[in-house]
């Protein structure tokens, strides 16, 4: 069903009301927002599409000791095998299929809604494969957050979801919901809209009055009628001299308020989601700087997105790869990073690095590396360009040149012994959720026929 039919000023306040008592149902029409209007549509897709064109790598944490720098080089190479596989979908649209990109797409819904749900199913590794995972975007209505905690609805109707265990959903949550203010600021413009829809059909045409001096009901009076109906239709008439037939223009007497108002409501929208309106702001506010404050703007948007789908998955994701190749309670020495496509002063910090060093300071090597997003290169790697100076950690690097691998050495389990050691650690890594997610599904992709209970 079409959420937006049922988009009304009470309905609206009704479910913004319910969203802050942790009811998700007004996610119905925030995807529909997304995926009919043409203003939201357009800046919610070009802000997740940022994420997805960025590069990812896999970087080493700068501030630790030699003596476990070829640890961390392993947990580079698992973290980096597991999300070179990974494969991601969706829960209503099974066709979908993609990777990283995908996912960080997926994630940034949370931007617009506060949250944004994958159910987590584990992809135990065989011979020759990394230790990877399917991640499956599911609707934010399936859940609530009635109780302070992310809850899953296993039936329609519930009130009161289960619990979701750790290992078995990524749950990504903004500070804010976006599609909040959104769909406020569409509301006013969808009602302008109508009005002057409604304007444009009554008044687009003008009028006719036709005048004479014949007496009514007469023939002349008839033929006068049948004239003003014709010319109505297709703008051709015969009369008498004494005969008259004339516009009337309504509307004329000055500007409508519509397109005026509708037009502001859409560049709040690209506001709120891109940091301004490129073609608008720059033209109405003069002197170019629209353009160029949009594009800082952008910038700091991307690396605010960035940033946001690295952390959740640092805190999420890689936490519990390295738990389970390296054993409980192991901390990461790696981590992943979504790198944008526009750094940052980059300029600037390549003077001050080359002033410092001139000046004869000594510099991290890993430090460099971490801020130009570069990955530093395991001990006995292969690398292009010179070799590094002393100050760059010559002796590490000899030291590391007896490091045999950079993966971890699998345990001599077998088959049935790893899928136990999997239910010990994860709870089992199948669908689990299957059964009751299937009624669910079959209840969202039929929502055509369903009347949404706005």
Same mark, same amino acid.
């Given at each position: 069903m079409n959420a937006i039919r049922y988009a009304t000023p009470e309905n609206i306040g009704r479910l913004l009301d319910a969203f802050y008592c942790g009811g998700f149902e007004i996610a119905k029409l925030w995807d529909s927002l997304e995926k009919r209007d043409p203003t939201v549509g357009a800046v919610v897709g070009k802000r997740k599409a940022a994420v997805g064109r960025m590069r990812w790598e896999i970087l080493t944490r700068s501030d630790l000791k030699a003596n476990v720098r070829d640890e961390a080089a392993k947990h580079a190479a698992a973290l980096r095998g597991f999300y070179e596989e990974l494969t991601c979908t969706s829960a209503l649209k099974g066709d979908?299929?993609?990777?990283? =990109?995908?996912?960080a797409q997926q994630i940034l819904d949370a931007r617009g809604k506060e949250y944004s749900v994958h159910e987590w199913v584990w992809k135990l590794p065989r011979l =020759?494969?990394?230790?990877?995972?399917?991640?499956?975007?599911?609707?934010?209505?399936w859940f609530e957050n009635r109780t302070g905690v992310?809850? +899953?609805? @296993?039936?329609? *109707?519930?009130? +009161?979801?289960?619990?979701?265990?750790?290992?078995?959903? &990524?749950?990504?949550?903004?500070?804010?919901?976006?599609?909040?203010a959104t769909c406020v600021a569409w509301l006013f413009a969808h009602t302008c809209l109508n009005d002057? $829809?409604?304007?444009?059909?009554?008044? =687009?045409? %003008?009028?006719?009055?036709? #005048?004479?001096?014949?007496?009514?009901?007469?023939?002349?009076?008839?033929? &006068?009628?049948?004239?003003?109906?014709?010319?109505?239709q297709d703008w051709a008439a015969v009369v008498n001299q004494s005969a008259n037939i004339e516009f009337i223009s309504a509307g004329s007497a000055g500007e409508i308020p519509f397109? /005026? &108002?509708?037009?502001?409501?859409?560049?709040?929208? $690209?506001?709120?989601?891109?940091?301004?309106?490129? *073609?608008?702001?720059?033209?109405?506010?003069?002197?170019?700087?629209?353009?160029?404050?949009?594009?800082?703007?952008?910038?700091?948007?991307?690396?605010?997105?960035?940033?946001?789908?690295?952390?959740?998955?640092?805190?999420?994701?890689d936490s519990r790869v390295i738990e389970y190749l390296f054993g409980e309670g192991v901390s990461p020495l790696a981590y992943f990073k979504l790198i944008p496509g526009h750094t940052e002063n980059v300029s600037s910090s390549l003077a001050i690095d080359a002033h410092l060093l001139g000046a004869g300071l000594s510099l991290r090597r890993a430090d460099f590396y971490e801020r130009y997003s570069r990955r530093? %290169?395991?001990?006995?790697?292969?690398?292009?360009?010179g070799s590094p100076s002393q100050s760059f950690g010559r002796a590490h690097l000899d030291q590391?040149? @007896? /490091?045999?691998?950079?993966?971890?050495?699998?345990?001599?389990?077998? %088959?049935?012994?790893?899928?136990?050691?999997?239910?010990?650690?994860?709870?089992?890594?199948?669908?689990?959720?299957?059964?009751?997610?299937? #009624?669910?599904?079959?209840? $969202?992709? $039929?929502?055509?026929?369903?009347?949404?209970?706005?």
């Amino acid at each position: 069903m079409n959420a937006i039919r049922y988009a009304t000023p009470e309905n609206i306040g009704r479910l913004l009301d319910a969203f802050y008592c942790g009811g998700f149902e007004i996610a119905k029409l925030w995807d529909s927002l997304e995926k009919r209007d043409p203003t939201v549509g357009a800046v919610v897709g070009k802000r997740k599409a940022a994420v997805g064109r960025m590069r990812w790598e896999i970087l080493t944490r700068s501030d630790l000791k030699a003596n476990v720098r070829d640890e961390a080089a392993k947990h580079a190479a698992a973290l980096r095998g597991f999300y070179e596989e990974l494969t991601c979908t969706s829960a209503l649209k099974g066709d979908e299929s993609g990777g990283v =990109g995908l996912l960080a797409q997926q994630i940034l819904d949370a931007r617009g809604k506060e949250y944004s749900v994958h159910e987590w199913v584990w992809k135990l590794p065989r011979l =020759g494969s990394s230790l990877s995972a399917e991640f499956r975007h599911c609707p934010m209505w399936w859940f609530e957050n009635r109780t302070g905690v992310l809850r +899953y609805l @296993t039936d329609d *109707g519930q009130i +009161y979801g289960v619990p979701m265990a750790r290992n078995e959903w &990524l749950v990504s949550v903004a500070p804010s919901a976006l599609m909040e203010a959104t769909c406020v600021a569409w509301l006013f413009a969808h009602t302008c809209l109508n009005d002057w $829809a409604i304007f444009c059909e009554k008044f =687009g045409m %003008p009028g006719l009055l036709g #005048r004479t001096d014949a007496a009514p009901d007469s023939k002349e009076w008839a033929a &006068l009628v049948e004239a003003v109906k014709a010319f109505g239709q297709d703008w051709a008439a015969v009369v008498n001299q004494s005969a008259n037939i004339e516009f009337i223009s309504a509307g004329s007497a000055g500007e409508i308020p519509f397109p /005026a &108002l509708a037009d502001a409501m859409k560049r709040e929208i $690209a506001a709120l989601w891109r940091g301004g309106d490129l *073609g608008t702001f720059s033209s109405s506010r003069g002197g170019g700087t629209g353009a160029s404050l949009q594009g800082r703007e952008k910038t700091c948007l991307e690396h605010d997105d960035a940033r946001f789908v690295s952390e959740t998955l640092n805190a999420r994701v890689d936490s519990r790869v390295i738990e389970y190749l390296f054993g409980e309670g192991v901390s990461p020495l790696a981590y992943f990073k979504l790198i944008p496509g526009h750094t940052e002063n980059v300029s600037s910090s390549l003077a001050i690095d080359a002033h410092l060093l001139g000046a004869g300071l000594s510099l991290r090597r890993a430090d460099f590396y971490e801020r130009y997003s570069r990955r530093l %290169p395991a001990p006995g790697e292969a690398v292009v360009g010179g070799s590094p100076s002393q100050s760059f950690g010559r002796a590490h690097l000899d030291q590391g040149n @007896t /490091a045999k691998s950079t993966l971890p050495s699998p345990r001599p389990t077998s %088959p049935g012994n790893r899928t136990e050691m999997a239910r010990q650690r994860f709870g089992g890594s199948g669908d689990t959720t299957r059964a009751t997610k299937a #009624r669910l599904q079959r209840s $969202a992709t $039929a929502l055509q026929v369903i009347r949404v209970n706005f």
